[in-house]
């Protein structure tokens, strides 16, 4: 990526477009080429494309006349285009992003997918770690929780009379799931 050594989105933005490997996608429906499974443009779904370097030739499969083709090539692309995109698509301004948004040098998978820049912007404005697995988690476990329902919780009415809950909120006796429980000062839902 053209993001320099801070891997920047907003350098490579700058600079305007960006080389590397991306996949290959064409939509069937405006036939606009692209290296998201979904069309930019038009929304629809996209068809994978395939590349060979031998034949330096385009493909709608793997393997032609037993010639191996790639679902990648080295290209560049309008890296702005796709950041406007994405802006656009969260209805965010530029002022609503953070100074940093940090991207990747390079794709690393078989068929170096990319995800699509909204997810980046989001991550990064709302201050979300990626762990190393891709995922994203939200940590609640400082969330203050003074009522809950036992179905919420998972909990049988019974089991809950075992451990002292007798009355809800309206001080009427607890005899089903619905109702809305105080939790006691010293109890945890996990």
Known sequence: MEGGRLKSVFEAVEKGS????????ECSSCKNSTIYPKCEKCGEFCKRKFYSYKLDQFSD?????????????????DIKHFFEVAKKKLGFRIDDLPLVVKGLKKTSSKGHDCENLAKGLLRAKYNLNV????????????????????KEIGTS??????????????????????????????????
């Open 18 to 25: 960006s080389k590397e490997n991306f996949p290959l996608y």
């Open 61 to 77: 499969s793997e393997d032609v006349d037993n010639e191996k083709f790639l679902p990648f090539k080295n290209q560049r692309i």
């Open 131 to 150: 762990n190393k697995d891709g995922t994203v988690r939200y940590d609640i476990s400082e969330m203050p929780l003074t009522h809950f329902k036992p």
């Open 157 to 190: 009415v019974e089991k809950l009379k075992e451990l002292g809950y007798e009355k809800d909120i309206n001080n009427s006796p607890l005899e089903n799931d619905n109702q809305i429980l105080e939790i006691f000062p010293h109890d945890v839902v996990l």
